[in-house]
């Protein structure tokens, strides 16, 4: 099985090792092969996607059995129904392809391992409450995670590629899946296409 994931190119570099991290042992032996589609700022849209979705899906011997689009909600949809649905129907009626979302962009998936980046950032700080996915308000997670990283000691602003990484590295990613309902349906369907009795209750 060949998956690819169309995303924005920091985030690939961010979660690309803790999400394989996560799926070998459950999908021991139909693990996936897993490729990011790196486009750097937004993920394309409209016409623009649907010609990035068939290219990958026909792509002779680098064809890619099924595709996932990843893109954040902020700041270009209204919510996460209005992306998905935005992209599906700019694909249209294609069964291999996958729309998920990062609500409402990709640090509500670090918020759960608030210890970790209250220590990287060096300032102490209560968390933002127990659904990172709810957060927002004009003011999302990346953002609030930055201005942590810049009032804390470490004096520097948060940087995804290598703050992401060193968030998330050795961390259990089934602690932000129970966290984040959007991130457990990226992963289910993943699971789901290699071995669906592994599915995430």
């Not at 099985?1 to 190119?9: F, Y």
């Not at 799926?23 to 409209?46: E, N, T, W, Y």
């Not at 068939?54 to 689009?69: F, H, M, P």
């Not at 902020?74 to 729309?99: I, L």
Request: charged share 30%; with cysteine; glycine share 6%.
């Amino acid at each position: 099985m060949k998956i690819t994931i169309i995303c924005e190119g920091k985030t690939e570099q961010a979660f690309k090792e803790s999400l394989q991290s996560f799926l070998r042992p459950i999908l021991s032996g139909k693990m996936p092969a897993l490729r990011f589609d790196v486009h750097h700022g937004s993920i394309p849209s409209g016409e623009k996607l649907k010609k990035v979705v068939e290219n990958l899906l026909n792509a002779g011997v680098k064809r890619s059995d099924t595709v996932i689009g990843l893109t954040d909600v902020y700041p270009g949809y209204a919510d996460a129904d209005d992306a998905k649905m935005k992209m599906r129907a700019a694909v249209g009626n294609e069964p291999r392809f996958y729309p998920h979302v990062a609500l409402y962009d990709f640090e509500a998936w670090l918020l759960p391992y608030w210890k970790r980046i209250t220590d990287l950032a060096g300032r102490a700080a209560k968390p933002y409450g127990s659904k990172p996915e709810k957060i927002n308000h004009g003011n999302p997670p990346a953002r609030r995670i930055a201005r942590l990283f810049e009032e804390g000691s470490c004096r520097d602003s948060y940087k995804k590629p290598r703050d992401a990484k060193r968030i998330l590295k050795d961390a259990d990613l089934m602690t932000a899946i129970c966290a984040c309902p959007e991130l457990k349906a990226f992963v289910n369907t993943i699971i789901r296409l290699c071995d669906p009795t592994k599915v995430i209750p």
